[in-house]
């Protein structure tokens, strides 16, 4: 199967259509004609789930896979769909320009989508928000920004993994309780309390299915950064239409799909520990033995929207990112010599200051 375009004429004028965020349709910048996007609906089928196994084994039915041509960027490694009419472009993860194709790969359809929410400008408003609050932030940088080109919209590849577990562990509950006991203090006598724990062999039984663990399919953007973005609600995710990706761009899953689920195993070991630790009881809990079977995993391919800025400002390129639902922004922290030279200075006199009155005082 080959991937949709994400290109569509306008029926009026020919142009091309973009799916517009304030709208939830798509519109003409032209001539202002406005469609919706063909098949949704409240009657929309939830999300269907698609065998992890068969998908390692190369097993997927054919529906489930399309063939998509992709950039690939020299400097930081992303990669990202163009349209059959583009030969170059320039990064938006790092603002370095791009003219090397890597050909139509095979992979994985998405089968969900969260639309942008937000528009260019209110994202944009929330960048330059948080730049602002930055004290510390070079002014030229915040100044640049404001006035810079717009900010690219990027769906950013994920992995969901469902599972069922059940683990088994063994280990031993601890119980405080106190000793008293006599000791000598600035040569007197006296008793205090020694805190001490009980321990007492336990083993059980837990068990927890797993609903939609979340992980990055791409290495483009810090990790540190897109999991400040969170959280995501999953629940509204859409079932994937080509139509929501118009005017925006799709990065590639480069994140093979077993290392996303070794990814999603270290997550629900962290929750199974936990509920472990909740089994056992006590006042303090060692976990000895845990052993956890997984079975039924399945997966999706999702997009999730960001904008995404990058700025070259004095031969360094910063990033920030937007939630495109919620408008969190994450980015590289930028900093100011003179702004730090100035408070550094600016501190030693106020400490100068207060050491003078302390003196006058005496």
């Known amino acids: 199967m080959t991937a949709p375009d994400h290109r569509f004429p306008c029926d009026q004028c020919g142009a091309d259509l973009r799916f517009s965020p304030e709208d939830g349709r798509l519109i003409c910048d032209h ?7 063909e098949g949704t609906g409240p009657w929309d089928a939830p999300l269907a789930e698609l065998d992890y196994r068969a998908a390692l084994d ?15 960027c020299p400097n930081c490694g992303a990669e990202f769909e163009l349209d059959e009419a583009t030969h ?13 194709g890597t050909g139509v790969q095979r992979r994985i359809k998405p089968k969900g989508v969260l639309p942008f929410a937000l528009s260019e400008a209110e994202a944009h408003k929330a960048m330059t928000d948080w730049l602002g609050r930055l004290w510390f932030a070079p002014n030229g940088l915040q100044a640049y920004a404001r006035k810079g080109r717009r900010m690219e919209g990027i769906y950013v590849p994920y992995w969901t993994f469902d599972a069922d577990t059940k683990s088994q562990y063994s280990g031993a509950r601890g119980t405080i309780y106190h000793e008293s006991r006599r000791v000598i203090r600035e040569g007197r006598s006296e008793t205090v309390q020694i805190q001490k724990i009980r321990w007492t062999p336990v083993s059980g039984r837990v068990a927890r299915f797993f609903d939609d663990v ?14 400040a973005l969170e959280p ?29 689920f070794a990814e999603a195993r270290r997550t629900m070991d962290r929750v199974i520990r936990r509920d472990v630790m909740f089994d056992i009881g006590g006042d303090s809990q060692r976990i ?21 800025a990058a ?27 003179w702004k730090i030279a100035i408070a550094v200075v600016l ?7 207060i050491g003078y009155l302390a003196a006058l005082q005496q």
């Open 311 to 337: 700025y070259r400002y004095r031969g360094k390129t910063y990033r920030f990112v937007v939630n495109g639902r919620s408008g969190r922004v994450r980015g590289e922290r930028p900093w100011s010599a």
């Open 58 to 72: 190369a097993a997927l039915p054919g529906a489930e896979m399309q063939d998509v041509r992709q950039i690939k």
């Open 214 to 227: 979340l992980v990055l399919a791409a290495t483009s953007l810090p990790k540190r950064y897109t999991d």
């Open 31 to 37: 001539c202002g004609h406005q469609e919706p996007v």
């Open 88 to 100: 170059a472009a320039e990064c938006p993860f790092c603002a370095t320009p791009v003219v090397t």
């Open 232 to 260: 995501w609600d999953l629940s509204l995710m859409l079932p994937y239409r080509p139509q929501y990706l118009a005017g925006f761009r799709a990065e590639g899953y480069t994140v093979d799909l077993e290392t996303g």
């Open 347 to 353: 501190g030693l006199a106020l400490a100068a200051g």
């Open 288 to 308: 000895d033995r845990l052993e956890t079977q997984v079975s039924a995993v399945t997966f999706k391919h999702v997009l999730l929207p960001v904008w995404l």
